[in-house]
């Protein structure tokens, strides 16, 4: 448990760190995220994203795990 914490917080530090260079990222805006945008209404689902980032976590936790 608390290797697991230590590097959920160095992700952290890590991803404040990078955040100005992250945030530049299309991620967000890749095809397959929805975007509802009606008067009064607006609903986004970034349906694609999701996808790309559990991949992501998938391969890093497995690689952990090896």
Same mark, same amino acid.
């Given at each position: 448990m608390q290797r697991l914490l230590i590097?959920? =917080?160095i992700l952290l530090l890590l991803s404040g760190l990078l955040?100005?260079?992250?945030?530049k990222l299309p991620f967000g805006k890749l095809p397959?995220?929805?975007l509802i945008d009606r008067p =009064?209404?607006?609903?986004?689902?970034p349906l694609t994203s999701m996808i790309v980032v559990s991949l992501l976590v998938s391969a890093i936790l497995w690689l952990f795990r090896r």
């Open positions: 590097i959920a =917080g955040w100005p260079w992250v945030a397959g995220d929805l =009064g209404f607006k609903l986004y689902f």
